[in-house]
């Protein structure tokens, strides 16, 4: 196929318009637009959960909890007895084993930590629930009070 370029133009001496038409350009890109548009909802799509809605829930302190504190010094406290980490697994199997024993109750964690503990300290205690096979680790937060 052959385009014969040389008699293209009128021979008049009119000079070429070199400027870009962009209505077909802004034409193609309002049907692009409309196009992803359309499609991008049909693409996304998400699994049909329920989300949980926040409660504050008051604790209930009862006689078989453990209450576990780290203050920022990274010292760990079982039930408000400075203790060695290294023997907070053994201590919290026998009182669970204590619990099981007596109420058939198994025993909560509650840990209480200062807000500038690493949370290295924190991560200790609830490797140390987990090797003792604690079920329920819970934290003690204060709350929010005008936005702290």
């Known amino acids: 196929m052959a385009i014969d370029v040389q008699h293209a133009l009128a021979d008049d001496g009119a000079e070429l318009n070199t400027t870009i038409n962009t209505t077909p350009l802004v034409d193609v890109m309002l049907v692009l637009l409309v196009i992803f548009l359309v499609t991008i909802p049909v693409i996304v799509q998400e699994v049909p959960v329920r989300l949980p809605t926040y409660r504050n829930v008051v604790t209930v302190t009862k006689p078989e909890n453990i ?65 003792a096979a604690i079920q329920k680790v819970g934290f003690i937060t204060l709350p929010i009070a005008g936005g702290d």
């Open 67 to 131: 209450v576990i504190a780290v203050d920022a010094s990274e010292n760990v406290y079982f039930d408000n007895q400075l203790i060695d980490i290294s023997t907070l697994r053994d201590r919290l199997i026998r009182k669970q084993e204590q619990a099981a024993a007596t109420t058939r109750i198994y025993p909560e964690v509650h840990i209480r930590a200062d807000r500038q503990v690493r949370f290295e300290a924190v991560g200790r205690v609830i490797l140390a629930c987990q090797q």
